[in-house]
């Protein structure tokens, strides 16, 4: 037990007469660990994009909301006639009237 453990530590298996096979399996193993490296790289990218894009996201929706608000108070009637009051324009006291164009065609 002991010979094969420091046969192992001492790198025996990878210079004997039929150590092709161990390179091979070890160079199998290395692209294997490569392969698997840049995967996880490639996945933890992906993770910290969709973390930005929903930072952004929550940023563009609180900015929709806070804009259709203002919006909604400027839409407002007491608002708007607070505004022409300042500019001297007031509410009309007669009603708007409709006015017809008859055509001159024969």
């Known amino acids: 037990m002991k010979k094969n453990i420091y046969s192992i530590l001492r790198g025996k298996f990878l210079i004997s007469d039929d150590s092709f096979k161990n390179w091979r399996i070890i160079i199998f193993i290395s692209v294997l660990a490569i392969v698997m490296i840049a995967s996880s790289h490639s996945a933890d ?33 007491s608002y708007v006639e607070a505004e022409m009051t300042k500019k001297g324009i007031g509410i009309s006291l007669n009603p708007p009237t409709k006015i017809i164009v008859k055509s001159q065609q024969q």
């Open 45 to 77: 990218k992906k993770v910290y994009e969709i973390a930005r894009l929903t930072n952004e996201v929550k940023e563009l929706r609180s900015a929709f909301v806070d804009k259709r608000g203002k919006l909604m108070r400027l839409k407002k009637e």
